[in-house]
C-alpha cells in the first residue's frame, strides 16, 4: 500500500455484520500506481478545437500553452452557467464548439476558488441540447495543495456518471514530463486516453500514476474505542453530525468538549463544565485559531481534533449552485486546512476529519460531497507524511461512513484503520 496514503473509505453495503466484528472488515484504500507513459503522438483534437479557461484574476501565468484559444474568467465570460451557454453556443452557431477544454489551475487555487471556475461550464455543458461530446481537463500545476486534484477528481468522475457525453479527468502536473512542451500539452495527452476508473492522474519525478483502489483487510477490535480517552479534551467542528458527536463524546466518555460552528450566539457558550459551544466558521483562519485557543483556555489542552463538516446536498450538476458549493467547500477544505495549521504544534492523539458521503464510488448528483470527502482525504494523507517527517502529532485520518459516524465504536473503528494505513503518530512532545 501507498504509504503517502492516510485516507481509508469502507465502501457503503459492504459493512460487516456484528458477528465479524473482531475477525476483521474489508476496505479499500486510494493509491497511486504506475500507468504508461505517452509516446509522442499527434494531439487528441486540433487547437482551433481546444480551450483553455483561465482565472482572469491570476495576471502571472508561469507557463503559456502557444496559440490556442484562452478564455479568462472574470473578463471574456462572467463566470456565470448562462454566459457560458451563451459563449458556448455563439461557437458552436459558427462551427468552432470545441471538443476538448483545459481548465488551467494552479497550486495557489482554494478549492472554493476553482469552484467558481469549473462548475459553471459544467453546468453549461449538462444543458446544452448539443448531442456532441465534449472532453475536459481539470490541470493542475505545482506541488501544493494536493487536495485540489483530488477534489476535482471526483467532480470529473461524478461528471461522466451524470451525463455520457462528458469526459473529464483531474491531471496533476508536479513535474513537467521530458517529452512534453508545458502543462497544457500534458492535458491535452491525457485527453487522448480512456480516463482512468477514479479520474485521477499524476505526473511526478516518479513518473505518470494514475490513482486506483485497493482492497485489504484491517482487523476490527471490540474493546473500548481506541485513540478516545475517558475525559479527553476535543475540539469538534461542524454542523449536526459534529453535535452529536460531541454530545456523545461528553455522555459516554466524560469528554471535555469545544464544539466550534455556525451558531447564533457571537461569543463561547459554556452548555455545563464539559461542552463549551464556540461560534465562527472553520474556512476563516482567525475564528479556527480561536476555537483552539479557547479550547487550550477552559481545558488546558486538546487531545483529538474533530472535524465534521457538511457534505453538502446531493444535486446534479445542471442544477448545482456555484455559491452554495463554493460556501461547502470553503468551510470544509479549508476548514480543515486552518484546523491542521492552527494546531500544528499541539501534542494531539489524532486529527480526524469526518464526512457523511463515500469519496471513491461517486454516484450522479454527489459531485460536491464527492468532492469534499476526496479533498479531506487527500489532507489526512499530507498531515500523515507530516507526522512522519516529525511536524505533526498524532495519527491522521479522514472518516466516511455515511450513517453511522455519530456512533463511538464506529470513530474508534476509523481511528484504528487510519493507523494501520500509514498513518504512524510522530512521538509525542516530553
Known sequence: MDTNTAAVDRPPRQR???????????????????????????????????????????????????????????????????????????????????????????????????????????????????????????????????????????????????????????????ILPAWARDPFHVACAELALPRPGLAEVRHTAAGRE?????AHRHPRGTAAPSGLRPGGRYLVGGGGLGERLALRLVAELGARVVLFGPGPGAGPEQDDNRLLRVPGRPCQYADARGAVQAARHAFGGLDGVLHCPSGGELRPLARQSTAVARETLADAVSGAAHLDRATAALPLDFFALVTDAAPYQAPAGASVPAAVARALHSIAATRARLAAAGSRYGASVAVCRPGDTDRLGALADALGSGRGAGCAPAPRAA
Open 16 to 174: 460487516a455484520p456484528e458477528s465479524a466484528r473482531g475477525s476483521g472488515a474489508s476496505w479499500h484504500s486510494p493509491v497511486w500506481v504506475p500507468a504508461a507513459v505517452h509516446r509522442l503522438s499527434p494531439p487528441a483534437f486540433p487547437a482551433e478545437r481546444m480551450l483553455l479557461v483561465v482565472d482572469g484574476r491570476d495576471t502571472g501565468r508561469a507557463w503559456v500553452p502557444g496559440t490556442v484559444r484562452t478564455v479568462r474568467v472574470g473578463r471574456d465570460v462572467t463566470g456565470s452557467a448562462l454566459s457560458w451557454s451563451t459563449y458556448l453556443g455563439g461557437l458552436r452557431e459558427t462551427g468552432r464548439g470545441p471538443r476538448g477544454i483545459v481548465f488551467d489551475l494552479p497550486a495557489t487555487t482554494s478549492a472554493e476558488r476553482a469552484a467558481d471556475l469549473v462548475l459553471p461550464v459544467l453546468r453549461a455543458a449538462c444543458c446544452s441540447t448539443s448531442p456532441d461530446p465534449l472532453h475536459l481537463a481539470f490541470l493542475a500545476t505545482g506541488r501544493a495543495r494536493p487536495e485540489l486534484a483530488a477534489a476535482l477528481g471526483a467532480v470529473a468522475q461524478v461528471a461522466g456518471a451524470e451525463d455520457g457525453r462528458l469526459h473529464a479527468v483531474s491531471v496533476r502536473v508536479e
Open 210 to 214: 494514475i490513482r486506483v483502489l485497493r
